[in-house]
């Protein structure tokens, strides 16, 4: 699961810029709810929170979008942080 989340990080960071730019917030919804499942089993630190704040929002505000820069910057952050864990894990089962 964690191999198949941090493969699909760099497209879920483009679409979040797309959206920051478009502002979209129908769209915003479904790709927030296509990466929730991933996003809340493995505890990234204040996704859930962003999630939940930006699922409630009936209009894109200046908040959603601190919110979506948030989230974008934090799994840039976390992704070479995952990639190494997956890394070590592989050394360990071989």
């Known amino acids: 699961m964690i ?3 941090v493969s699909s990080l760099d497209e879920y960071v483009s679409e979040l810029e797309l959206l920051l730019q478009s502002k979209n917030l ?9 990466m929730k499942p991933s996003m809340m089993n493995l505890e990234i630190k204040g996704a859930g929170e962003i999630l939940s704040k930006v699922s409630e ?3 894109w505000t200046t908040t959603t979008s601190d919110n ?7 799994l840039k952050e976390i ?8 890394h070590e894990l592989s050394k360990e089962v071989s």
């Not at 129908?26 to 296509?34: A, C, D, I, N, T």
């Not at 992704?79 to 997956?86: F, N, S």
């Open 79 to 86: 992704k070479p942080l995952m990639e190494q864990d997956l």
């Open 26 to 34: 129908q769209e915003l919804k479904k790709v927030l709810h296509k």
């Open 3 to 5: 191999g198949l989340f």
């Open 68 to 74: 979506i820069r948030q989230l974008r910057d934090t």
């Open 57 to 59: 929002s009936g209009t």
